[in-house]
């Protein structure tokens, strides 16, 4: 069973900038694809960022392109969010996730077969 654990959640100011990280239990080889998501109360959970594990390649959703970036470690054991440029609607409670299948990039968080725990990231104006 993959474990994912984040961190690095926290409250900054908007223009500011936080780096949010996902701690895999086991190498991450095998998931094809990790990913970030957002959720909001009262909203469904937006994908963010997915980077493709064996390539490195990454899509973005239209929202965060140009300031948010999703980064792995050498080992695929890591996966990062650096957000930076943070705005009013970026605050939300955000999940590292894992998708083991696949042949193509998707923000669909269905696809996704596990999850970590979400940290919680604030935005003051």
């Known amino acids: 069973q993959l474990q994912l654990v984040e961190s690095g959640g926290g409250s900054v100011q908007a223009g500011g900038s936080l780096t949010l990280s996902c701690a895999a239990s086991r190498d991450i080889y095998s998931r094809k694809y990790m990913g970030w998501f957002r959720q909001t109360p009262g909203k469904g959970r937006e994908g963010v960022a997915v980077?493709?594990?064996?390539?490195?390649?990454?899509v973005y959703a239209g929202s965060v392109k140009g300031r948010f970036t999703i980064s792995q470690d050498n080992a695929k054991t890591m996966v990062y969010l650096q957000m930076n440029n943070l705005r009013p609607e970026d605050p939300a409670m955000y999940y590292c996730?894992?998708?083991?299948?696949?042949?193509?990039?998707?923000?669909?968080?269905?696809?996704?077969?596990?999850w970590g725990q979400g940290t919680q990231v604030t935005v003051s104006s």
């Open positions: 980077i493709h594990t064996a390539s490195g390649g990454t």
């Open positions: 996730a894992a998708r083991t299948g696949g042949y193509s990039f998707s923000m669909a968080f269905y696809e996704y077969n596990y």
